[in-house]
């Protein structure tokens, strides 16, 4: 009966446009290996999409593991937990990767690693108890984005939810993580879903999987094959591994075969899409009530010495890390925080992680050279591999004109900035800068 | 400020994502269709004599002398590294007749770099494509220089000028004097015309390079001599062999297969493509049924760069999800 519901599906519709890219999934076989605690966190209160948190404690305070340490009255919010235990030594402005100020609080580490005494596993009688247990957990889309979960939850009955598409393609290169999970906690992510689907009501659930990961399909098909996730149609759709796959709007045209509109979310055509990550973490969560303060992280590029997955409490500082798998065995000339195709390059390694972070990497110098940059010859390879159906040529000529008009006409906003038109550009254009270009300048136009 | 562990690495490369490129370059595509262009040259040579690879070299070098010193008079960066002027310079050479006096085919070479690329700002601004407005200028300017047919088959170390002349087979169905070669003659190019349109052979294998290595899309090329194959099927009145010698004559492999696809002239879209080819071939048909020129394909494509700016405008794709109708996104939502 089970294989009756636990069917195999193929895209309902491939998405257009997209690249190939080297998988260098060179860390799969890495089982993720926890980092010892550090001897201190910074915790920045901007850790997802929406309004930063306001500190709740204050300096001298001490915080046990899982402690709400900050949080915001904001609807478009997640709260942050002390993710080590010990004395709250500093709350002060840091940079963030991106350039944006931002609060932060750090704790000096008692070297305990004391739960926090009030942590309770959350009390779920109804769906509203539900998203409430999701808003407390601190969990936000760990795919990257680190838009808060509940809100993806908080859907109107009027929107028809029927289908909960949860992400493992993973398309970006070097990141394992969300493989690993699929591997060792396959069992958290059906039952997860169990969950949602009781809760939620979703007619579909639909895990993604890229076809470069034969093993993810196989685990998972296996523990849907006994059972788990039985009350749930769980269907396990197969991608063509092409990158962006697992970006959002494409994830729901090929589960589905609907269009998110531009300006739009998935729910606005009926559908939640959740990274694999974040739906194991919830099952995890309604178990020990132990908030979103660790987070796994894949550590690799050329400039590594010892390539590994690696957990680590939210806040760790990225030097660290990288010691612990190793240090550099050769100079690094570039860091990346995330993938290679839509991460930051970071200006130095002294920054904190993020809940949403995925990935660090560092490459040696021979690995960072990109092409020279020449005049566009028009060849149109920007707007073929373009998932968005965007002419990013064109849009490049508005942006240099200034013409607002044009740029909004060209649906200058739908672009994610994925990096597939730069990554195909035979010019070398960076062309990825120059949709951020067009943006600020639409976003200044609209101000006025 | 916290301070945090002091920063003792070396300074890090800073870049706006993706942080990888993938290997295309426009150098290598600009190689691979002067790759896709030996065939053809060879195929001249042996053809028209030891004179059309002299043709091609004087046109060659003429178009990246021109572009070097074009760019350098107009203070700007020194882009012969790209390899387009070559490119630029052997499909200006294919258009012309191998016993075309040198300085005609030099000055070709400097009209198509210096008026047509570099006054409009150089590669990828152009409007029209340069070879064939070159081609255009000269057959305007040189008609019987232009119009003087080499026959075939004089020996590859032939270089008079004054060779033996005849008529194109283009001509000989316009009602000129001269005799049909054979269609496997066709095929292989032994016949007068251009030095690089007549054997058929030479350009196909590299239009099938340029496709299997992704540098074209098959759009133009196909839409193009489909519409011609299917009006001068029914204008031949279903004739398979006068249909087969409408496609083997003149410039059209090479003007579909090599010309009409160039980037910056034509559009970017596949429906834009489509409806480029079909343009193309139309107007192609009409110069060749009832025009006074017996060819028109390089007439087809001018003219059909010139409207590239409005198919592109009409063939623009919507951005993703654009709802087409209200009804539609209801439709979804249910």
Same mark, same amino acid.
């Given at each position: 009966?089970?294989?009756?519901?636990?069917?195999?599906?193929?895209?309902?519709?491939?998405?257009?446009?997209?690249?190939?890219?080297?998988?260098?999934?060179?860390? /799969?076989?890495?089982?993720?290996? *926890?980092?010892?605690?550090?001897?201190?966190? $910074?915790?920045?209160?901007?850790?997802? $999409?929406?309004?930063?948190?306001?500190?709740?404690?204050?300096?001298?305070?001490?915080?046990?593991?899982?402690?709400?340490?900050?949080? !915001?009255?904001?609807?478009?919010?997640?709260?942050?937990?002390?993710?080590?235990?010990?004395?709250?030594?500093?709350?002060?402005?840091?940079?963030?990767?991106? =350039?944006?100020?931002?609060?932060?609080?750090?704790?000096?580490?008692?070297?305990?690693?004391?739960?926090?005494?009030?942590?309770?596993?959350?009390?779920?009688?109804?769906?509203?108890?539900?998203?409430?247990?999701? *808003?407390?957990?601190?969990?936000?889309?760990?795919?990257?984005? =680190?838009?808060?979960?509940?809100?993806?939850?908080?859907?109107?009955?009027?929107?028809?939810?029927?289908?909960?598409?949860?992400?493992?393609?993973?398309?970006?290169?070097?990141?394992?993580?969300?493989?690993?999970?699929?591997?060792?906690?396959?069992?958290?992510?059906? !039952?997860? $879903?169990?969950?949602?689907?009781?809760?939620?009501?979703?007619?579909?659930?639909?895990?993604?999987?890229?076809?470069?990961?034969?093993?993810?399909?196989?685990?998972?098909?296996?523990?849907?094959? /006994?059972?788990?996730?039985?009350?749930?149609?769980?269907?396990?759709?197969?991608?063509?591994?092409?990158?962006?796959? =697992?970006?959002?709007?494409?994830?729901?045209?090929? /589960?589905?075969?609907?269009?998110?509109?531009?300006?739009?979310?998935?729910?606005?055509?009926?559908?939640?899409?959740?990274?694999?990550?974040?739906?194991?973490?919830?099952? *995890?969560?309604?178990?020990? =009530?132990?908030?979103?303060?660790?987070?796994?992280?894949?550590?690799?590029?050329?400039?590594?010495?010892?390539?590994?997955?690696?957990?680590?409490?939210?806040?760790?500082?990225?030097?660290?890390?990288?010691?612990?798998?190793?240090?550099?065995?050769?100079?690094?000339?570039?860091? $990346?925080?995330?993938?290679?195709?839509?991460?930051?390059?970071?200006?130095?390694?002294?920054?904190?992680?993020?809940?949403?972070?995925?990935?660090?990497?560092?490459? /040696?110098?021979?690995?960072?050279?990109?092409?020279?940059?020449?005049?566009?010859i028009?060849?149109?390879?920007?707007?073929?591999?373009?998932?968005?159906?965007?002419?990013?040529?064109?849009?490049?000529?508005?942006?240099?004109?200034?013409?607002?008009?044009?740029?909004?006409?060209?649906?200058?906003?739908?672009?994610?900035?994925?990096?597939?038109?730069?990554?195909?550009?035979?010019?070398?254009?960076?062309?990825?800068?120059?949709? *951020?270009?067009?943006?600020?300048?639409?976003?200044?136009?609209?101000?006025? | 400020?916290?301070?945090?562990?002091?920063?003792?690495?070396?300074?890090?490369?800073?870049?706006?994502?993706?942080?990888?490129?993938?290997?295309?370059t426009s150098v290598r595509l600009m190689l691979d269709v002067i790759i896709s262009l030996c065939p053809a040259l060879i195929?001249s040579?042996?053809?028209?004599?030891?004179?059309?690879l002299?043709?091609t070299a004087?046109t060659v070098v003429?178009c990246v002398?021109?572009?070097?010193?074009?760019?350098?008079?107009?203070?700007?960066?020194?882009?012969i590294g790209d390899l387009s002027a070559i490119v630029t310079g052997m499909l200006l050479a294919f258009?012309?007749?191998?016993?075309?006096?040198?300085?005609?085919?030099?000055?070709?070479?400097?009209?198509?770099?210096?008026?047509?690329?570099?006054?409009?700002?150089?590669?990828?601004?152009?409007?029209?494509?340069?070879a064939?407005?070159?081609?255009?200028?000269?057959?305007?300017?040189?008609?019987?220089?232009?119009?003087?047919?080499?026959?075939?088959?004089?020996?590859?170390?032939?270089?008079?000028?004054?060779?033996?002349?005849?008529?194109?087979?283009?001509?000989?169905?316009?009602?000129?004097?001269?005799?049909?070669?054979?269609?496997?003659?066709?095929?292989?190019?032994?016949?007068?015309?251009?030095?690089g349109?007549?054997?058929?052979?030479a350009l196909?294998i590299g239009g099938?390079y340029l496709?299997?290595r992704?540098v074209i899309?098959?759009?133009?090329?196909?839409?193009?001599?489909?519409?011609?194959?299917?009006?001068?099927?029914?204008?031949?009145?279903?004739?398979?062999?006068?249909?087969?010698?409408?496609?083997?004559?003149?410039?059209?492999?090479?003007?579909?297969i090599f010309m009409?696809t160039d980037y910056?002239?034509?559009?970017?879209?596949?429906?834009?493509?489509?409806?480029?080819?079909?343009?193309?071939?139309?107007?192609?048909?009409?110069?060749?049924?009832?025009?006074?020129?017996?060819?028109?394909?390089?007439?087809?494509?001018?003219?059909?760069?010139?409207?590239?700016?409005?198919?592109?405008?009409?063939?623009?794709?919507?951005?993703?999800?654009?709802?087409?109708?209200?009804?539609?996104?209801?439709?979804?939502?249910?």
């Amino acid at each position: 009966m089970t294989s009756e519901k636990n069917k195999v599906i193929k895209a309902v519709k491939q998405v257009r446009g997209g690249v190939s890219v080297s998988h260098h999934k060179n860390t /799969a076989d890495c089982e993720v290996v *926890r980092m010892p605690n550090p001897e201190k966190v $910074i915790l920045p209160m901007q850790q997802h $999409i929406g309004a930063p948190c306001t500190p709740t404690v204050a300096v001298g305070d001490k915080v046990g593991i899982g402690q709400l340490i900050g949080d !915001s009255d904001k609807f478009v919010s997640a709260p942050i937990h002390a993710s080590i235990s010990g004395t709250v030594t500093a709350i002060g402005n840091i940079k963030l990767p991106n =350039g944006n100020l931002t609060q932060a609080v750090t704790i000096e580490s008692d070297g305990e690693n004391r739960l926090w005494e009030g942590l309770e596993k959350p009390v779920i009688n109804s769906k509203d108890d539900f998203i409430k247990a999701v *808003r407390t957990s601190g969990l936000v889309g760990l795919g990257g984005a =680190g838009f808060p979960s509940f809100i993806k939850l908080s859907f109107k009955p009027e929107q028809n939810i029927d289908t909960l598409v949860v992400n493992a393609a993973e398309c970006e290169p070097y990141i394992t993580v969300d493989y690993r999970e699929c591997l060792d906690n396959s069992w958290d992510i059906l !039952s997860s $879903i169990d969950v949602l689907s009781s809760y939620f009501g979703f007619k579909n659930v639909v895990i993604a999987v890229e076809d470069n990961k034969p093993e993810a399909f196989k685990v998972l098909s296996s523990v849907a094959g /006994a059972g788990v996730g039985k009350k749930s149609k769980v269907s396990l759709m197969t991608l063509k591994s092409k990158y962006p796959q =697992g970006a959002e709007k494409m994830m729901v045209q090929s /589960a589905t075969g609907r269009k998110v509109p531009p300006g739009k979310l998935p729910a606005d055509v009926g559908c939640v899409v959740m990274n694999v990550g974040s739906v194991a973490f919830l099952s *995890r969560y309604m178990k020990t =009530g132990k908030p979103l303060v660790t987070r796994s992280l894949t550590v690799d590029g050329s400039a590594i010495a010892k390539p590994m997955n690696v957990r680590t409490p939210v806040g760790t500082n990225i030097g660290e890390i990288i010691e612990f798998c190793g240090g550099f065995k050769e100079d690094p000339c570039k860091i $990346i925080l995330g993938g290679p195709m839509m991460g930051q390059a970071l200006v130095s390694t002294n920054h904190p992680t993020c809940k949403q972070n995925n990935a660090i990497l560092a490459f /040696a110098k021979d690995d960072t050279v990109l092409k020279p940059e020449r005049d566009c010859i028009r060849c149109g390879r920007c707007a073929q591999v373009c998932p968005m159906s965007l002419m990013p040529t064109l849009i490049t000529r508005y942006t240099k004109a200034k013409d607002v008009e044009s740029l909004k006409q060209a649906g200058i906003n739908v672009c994610m900035e994925c990096g597939s038109c730069a990554f195909a550009c035979p010019a070398g254009k960076p062309l990825v800068q120059h949709m *951020r270009l067009a943006k600020a300048l639409v976003r200044e136009a609209d101000k006025k | 400020m916290i301070s945090a562990k002091p920063a003792e690495e070396k300074m890090l490369t800073v870049s706006a994502s993706p942080h990888v490129r993938s290997s295309t370059t426009s150098v290598r595509l600009m190689l691979d269709v002067i790759i896709s262009l030996c065939p053809a040259l060879i195929a001249s040579v042996i053809i028209f004599g030891i004179r059309a690879l002299a043709v091609t070299a004087v046109t060659v070098v003429s178009c990246v002398l021109s572009e070097y010193l074009c760019r350098k008079i107009m203070k700007r960066s020194n882009t012969i590294g790209d390899l387009s002027a070559i490119v630029t310079g052997m499909l200006l050479a294919f258009n012309l007749p191998s016993t075309i006096p040198f300085w005609i085919a030099a000055l070709g070479g400097a009209v198509a770099i210096v008026v047509v690329k570099q006054m409009f700002g150089g590669i990828g601004q152009n409007f029209v494509n340069p070879a064939i407005t070159a081609r255009i200028i000269l057959l305007v300017s040189f008609a019987s220089a232009m119009s003087d047919w080499p026959v075939p088959r004089q020996g590859i170390f032939n270089f008079g000028v004054d060779a033996v002349t005849g008529a194109t087979p283009l001509a000989v169905m316009s009602g000129s004097d001269g005799e049909m070669p054979s269609l496997l003659n066709m095929f292989l190019g032994v016949r007068g015309g251009c030095l690089g349109e007549t054997c058929a052979l030479a350009l196909i294998i590299g239009g099938i390079y340029l496709i299997a290595r992704k540098v074209i899309s098959p759009a133009v090329p196909l839409s193009f001599i489909g519409t011609v194959a299917i009006i001068m099927l029914i204008a031949e009145k279903g004739s398979f062999s006068a249909l087969a010698y409408q496609i083997l004559s003149g410039g059209l492999l090479l003007g579909a297969i090599f010309m009409a696809t160039d980037y910056a002239t034509s559009p970017i879209s596949f429906k834009g493509k489509i409806i480029f080819g079909i343009g193309c071939g139309i107007i192609t048909c009409l110069i060749r049924i009832f025009g006074s020129y017996p060819e028109g394909v390089s007439f087809s494509i001018i003219i059909m760069n010139i409207l590239v700016p409005h198919i592109e405008k009409l063939t623009t794709p919507k951005p993703f999800g654009t709802p087409k109708k209200e009804k539609k996104v209801k439709e979804a939502q249910t």
